[in-house]
RNA sequence: GCCGGGGUGGGGUAGCUUGGUUAUCCUUGGGGAUUGUGGAUCCCUUGACCCGGGUUCAAAUCUCGGUCCCGGCCCCA
């Protein structure tokens, strides 16, 4: 027997309609706020996202040379791809632009809960606009999909790259050294920064001042604390957003974000249900098309791990509506056949979702197989009604049946 | 890359410690009881020890390696 490969999965009929579910209200929502889809294919030149973040993730890439001898990788994200489409195709388009795209991504990484070799994300971008309006419609946006879904429990943390960074410079961290520190300020391991920023030669009292600004969290009040441009401008955002209802999000001047490419706000969500894999959404606004080759163009955008949104829903019980077929056509006897597909075929033309059996299973067998395929009704094709013009109609939830005429029965299965 | 727990029909499981008859039970699939009526019951039936090496007269069971799954670390664009 052949598995599928390590960390991909199969998606199976009862998975699938789930999947699409939850997939058209993303879409739906993004829609809703004037974001149109794009794609993108699903494998790029490798160089691509060596230039969004670094050569080291070539080692999480799935890289390949084609027969033209093209190093290429399936992409492992989604952003880099939209911004070289923006700069390819879209560069001269009325600003800002709102995109938003769906598909899946891979990475060659240790799979475990939540994490997957082949996962797929929903992301959004506005291009062309570095507002604090624009940042707030994006964040919207994210809380906005989030809500549709009907996820209860997540938490929204917006932060800014520029506070930390600028405070780090201000104690004497070079451009150099920040990396590490800041990815340990993001995990709020003060224990473990202070031996890095003593090295670099910061002192105990000026480091206890960044650990209060990276363990600055809370409200729109706890902007008051920090002083500079960046609290002013997220104090606007979050303004913008609570006129638009959006109330959740907490203010995190830790948040941090792996990549040095982001500019100004940043922010995260996760479902706290689900175990280490917990981060739901990410993104922030930063420039990238000036390394495609185009000009520099400030965007904002996120993106969702559709798996683990799903993985979190269910966990918190959400069923999501299983779709039925309208119409299960029998035939009562093998002489009836002939006019039980051609009833079957002119369901379909109306517009209605048909069945019918293909073996010659006995009437009873045929039954059970529409009971157990979810069809609302039953047509019973027999030659008692047929003389008559009518059909069999039985409605599969509560057994009960009517003779109704063919020319009625489209509008019948309709109406119910 | 590291640590731990696992892998028995399509799904869920018993058996494994203490090697030994035809590998248990539930469910699902196919057929029948029911000659024009499903979801109940009964009967028949298909179907499994992850792969490979080792120990042994004998391996689902012990052992080693691989592989995949699950949980965690690292990483997370």
Not at 106 to 123: A, K, L, N, T, V
Not at 131 to 159: F, N, Q, W
Not at 258 to 285: H, N, R, W
Not at 313 to 331: F, M, N, Q, T
């Amino acid at each position: 027997m052949i598995q599928s490969p390590r960390g991909t999965r199969d998606f199976l009929p009862d998975d699938m309609e789930r999947r699409r579910f939850y997939e058209s209200i993303l879409r739906q929502t993004a829609q809703r706020s004037g974001f149109r889809e794009i794609q993108t294919p699903i494998f790029e030149e490798a160089e691509l996202f060596i230039l969004r973040s670094g050569p080291n993730i070539l080692n999480e890439l799935y890289a390949f040379k084609d027969k033209g001898d093209r190093d290429l990788a399936l992409r492992p994200e989604m952003t880099a791809p939209a911004i070289r489409a923006f700069v390819n195709g879209m560069s001269n388009d009325p600003k800002p632009i709102k995109i938003f795209y769906f598909g899946q991504c891979f990475r060659y990484e240790r799979p475990q809960s939540g994490r997957y070799r082949e996962f797929f994300q929903f992301g959004a971008e506005i291009i062309g606009a570095a507002t604090p309006e624009t940042d707030a419609e994006v964040i919207a946006t994210a809380v906005g999909m989030i809500r549709s879904l009907g996820l209860k429990e997540y938490k929204v943390r917006i932060g800014h790259i520029g506070v930390l960074r600028r405070k780090l410079a201000e104690v004497g961290i070079t451009a150099e050294d920040m990396p590490p520190i800041l990815q340990k300020l993001d995990k709020k391991l003060y224990d473990e920064a202070w031996p890095l920023m003593e090295d670099a030669g910061v002192g105990r009292e000026d480091a206890e001042k960044v650990f209060d600004i990276a363990g600055t969290v809370g409200g729109i009040e706890v902007l008051d604390k920090v002083e500079g441009e960046e609290t002013a401008y997220l104090a606007r955002v979050l303004s913008y957003l609570s006129v638009m209802g959006i109330t959740e999000p907490e203010i995190d001047l830790g948040v941090v974000r792996g990549l040095d490419y982001y500019t100004g706000m940043v922010f995260e969500a996760e479902a706290p249900v689900l175990g280490a894999e917990k981060q739901i959404c990410g993104g922030g606004s930063y420039t990238l098309s000036e390394l495609f080759g185009g000009e520099k163009v400030f965007t904002t955008g996120f993106a969702i791990g559709f798996d683990r949104v799903l993985l979190a829903l269910e966990k918190e019980g959400a069923v999501s509506p299983v779709k039925r077929i309208d119409a299960y056509v029998i035939a009562a006897s093998s002489d009836t056949k002939l006019r039980a597909f051609e009833i079957a075929g002119m369901l379909r033309r109306e517009g209605l979702s048909a069945d019918i059996d293909l073996s010659d299973r006995k009437m009873a067998k045929a039954m059970k197989h529409a009971s157990s395929v979810g069809s609302v009704f039953a047509v019973i094709v027999g030659n008692e009604e047929l003389g008559t013009g009518a059909v069999t109609l039985r409605d599969m939830s509560s057994g009960e049946q009517r003779l109704i005429k063919i020319s009625d029965l489209p509008a019948e299965i309709r109406g119910h």
